[in-house]
């Protein structure tokens, strides 16, 4: 159906840019309240957020019920997010990750700057290559990287000649030490930039602390066997209801020399997903909250609701908890996912406009 009839599709993507997709099903389309406990979740592995925080239009983009018969242009304008323009704009499939996940890109990175600490020269290499430490802080080496260290303060420093160095102050076990150079590149969390450089003027500082990172919890949940996922016929489970949002068998890798046992007798690892979220507030808002709960949250919370889930979703099938886990890692990350303007909360700021990652 078209449900804002008599409208032209920039009209209607306007309209749809303005309410979040929760009142778009609840109010325009009118579907019955409990529908929407069914999409509430489908948000938050992408935006952190459920449908309450997100906007129609982003949905749309994601093909999500209720657009078909609402014959909108299938160009990506209008008041969307950055990521929602690239979704409907089309982009190549997600389909490749290595088995260490993002640690094989830093070890690519440190095999481009001392290629004697790695060798070899593929991603497929990459995964199994032994990396020799002896070569990671050597003096006579042009580029030295110092593991263990965190930067803490970076200043400038005015020479009465005018010329200026940078001193950067990291700490490495209990000790401070300092070092200078002409420049320092920050590639950190731009938030945490002005408690680095406290001399930054006071508008960059709130500029940098405008966004707010998007909170995750990846759990990887080691399995003796996956018979009871054989048997019931499943990759994935949807849970939009229950602790942890999803389930799923974790996607095997097979790259270069690495290549692990797939068979349903064989261990696996399950990757569960939640979102902390507090719905009804604006994205930020829900953003921080979720920091808190992840904070304040004991592990015991996360294994009781992981052993209960399993249980009810394979225990049919002869899933055991006690019996077929064998290790369970949560993941928690505060700052799983950058901030990206959001249409609902955040202001229009148009292309000429200081928005804060501009000023930041």
Known sequence: MDYLPGLSSADKKERLSRMSYRDFLLHVVKVRPEVLWFYQ?????????G???VGALECWAYQYPGFAGMNLDPVANGRMSFTARGEASGHEPYAFHHPDGGASVARHLVRALIPQAIPGSTAEDIVTARVDYSYLDRDDWPVRIRLGSTAVRV??????GGSTEVEVVYGRETKLYVVRAKGVVLACWNMMIPFLVPELPAPQKEALQYG???????????????????????????????YHTSVQLEQPTIIGDYCPPVAPDKPILLRMTRTPCKPGHPARVQHRAGHVELFSTPF???ERSIRAQLA???GPAGFDAARDIAAITVNR???????????????????GEASPVKVG
């Open 41 to 49: 979740t489908r948000t938050h592995d992408l935006y952190g957020v």
């Open 333 to 351: 990350w505060p700052h799983g996912y950058a901030y990206e303007y959001n249409p609902l909360w955040d202001p229009d700021w148009g292309p």
């Open 155 to 160: 200043q400038q420093v005015d020479h009465s």
């Open 300 to 302: 015991a919370t996360f």
């Open 51 to 53: 449908i309450d925080a």
């Open 312 to 314: 009810r979703m394979l």
């Open 212 to 242: 707010v990172k998007v909170p995750l919890v990846y759990t990887s949940v080691a399995v003796t066997n996956w018979r009871a996922f054989e048997q019931l016929g499943l990759a994935s489970v949807s849970s939009p209801g229950m």
